[in-house]
């Protein structure tokens, strides 16, 4: 039967996510909440500091 098609395009967009977020936020995603200071702090870029490195993604 295979995977219903619903299901294939919630996994992309997951995946998607999963991707800016180790790749490439910079606070985008905290700044929601906590505003200005998530750009400050970079709480995601931080947590997946070493994970960009092995990824081969620039962050500095």
Same mark, same amino acid.
């Given at each position: 039967?295979?995977? #219903?098609?619903?299901?294939?395009?919630?996994?992309?967009?997951?995946?998607?996510?999963?991707? $800016?977020?180790?790749?490439?936020?910079?606070?985008?995603? *905290?700044?929601?909440?906590?505003?200005?200071?998530? $750009?400050?702090?970079?709480?995601?870029h931080e947590l997946t500091h070493d994970?960009?490195?092995?990824?081969? *993604? #620039?962050?500095?």
């Amino acid at each position: 039967m295979g995977v #219903p098609l619903f299901a294939a395009v919630i996994l992309v967009v997951i995946a998607c996510m999963g991707i $800016f977020a180790i790749g490439f936020d910079q606070g985008h995603m *905290f700044s929601l909440v906590s505003g200005q200071e998530s $750009f400050d702090v970079q709480y995601i870029h931080e947590l997946t500091h070493d994970m960009r490195h092995a990824a081969g *993604f #620039p962050c500095h």
